[in-house]
């Protein structure tokens, strides 16, 4: 039997992009900080997918909506992160700049890159369940930088070394 700690030890060389899903729920904002998700699934129709664990309190809230928004945390937005995964559910927003679209889709006007999705489909995945959003509108800022997060730490990208 592989141990939970192994297993994130392990893992946690594989560096990985963060993004927010958030979405408004009866005139609150709800968040859910992610570094399960995955672009690239599938471009006709375009898909991206995400892992949430089953003790997730924010995930069956978000799951029913029309719309989420996803958006890609960039350098300098650790701080952000770090707030926006707080056990403290209802601080998450303080202060953020955020918009929200007619379908309460909420995205995080400083991101790299930021879409509305809807719901595709789901898998149960052991201890977390696989979805397959579909990309409905998105935006990019061209040169912006990535965060990611690698061994257990936000980082900046440096130069690659090939
Ligand atoms: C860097 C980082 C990455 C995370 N990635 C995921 C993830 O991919 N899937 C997930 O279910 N939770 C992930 N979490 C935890 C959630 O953001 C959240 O803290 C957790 O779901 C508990 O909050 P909730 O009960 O409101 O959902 C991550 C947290 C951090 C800080």
Redesign the pocket.
């Known amino acids: 039997m592989l141990s939970e700690a192994t297993l994130r030890e392990a893992f946690s060389h594989f560096p990985q992009g963060?993004v927010l899903v958030a979405a408004e729920i009866d005139g609150a904002p709800h968040a859910?900080?992610?570094?399960?998700?995955t672009v690239g699934v599938s471009l006709d129709p375009p898909l991206v997918s995400?892992?949430?664990?089953h003790?997730?309190?924010?995930?069956p809230l978000l799951r029913d909506r029309p719309r989420l928004g996803v958006s890609l945390l960039g350098r300098g937005q650790s701080s952000i992160?770090?707030q926006?995964?707080s056990?403290d559910?209802r601080s998450r927003f303080a202060g953020l700049d955020i918009t929200t679209d007619e379908d309460g889709a909420i995205t995080l006007r400083s991101a790299p890159a930021r879409m509305t999705t809807s719901f595709h489909d789901q898998m149960p995945a052991g201890d977390?369940d696989l979805t397959l959003l579909e990309v409905r509108s998105i935006e990019s800022v061209p040169g912006a930088d990535a965060m990611v997060?690698h061994r257990s730490t936000?980082r900046g990208l440096g130069d690659l070394d090939g």
């Open positions: 963060v859910l900080i992610a570094s399960t998700f995400l892992a949430v664990q003790t997730s309190q924010t995930w992160t770090r926006l995964a056990t559910r977390h997060f936000f």
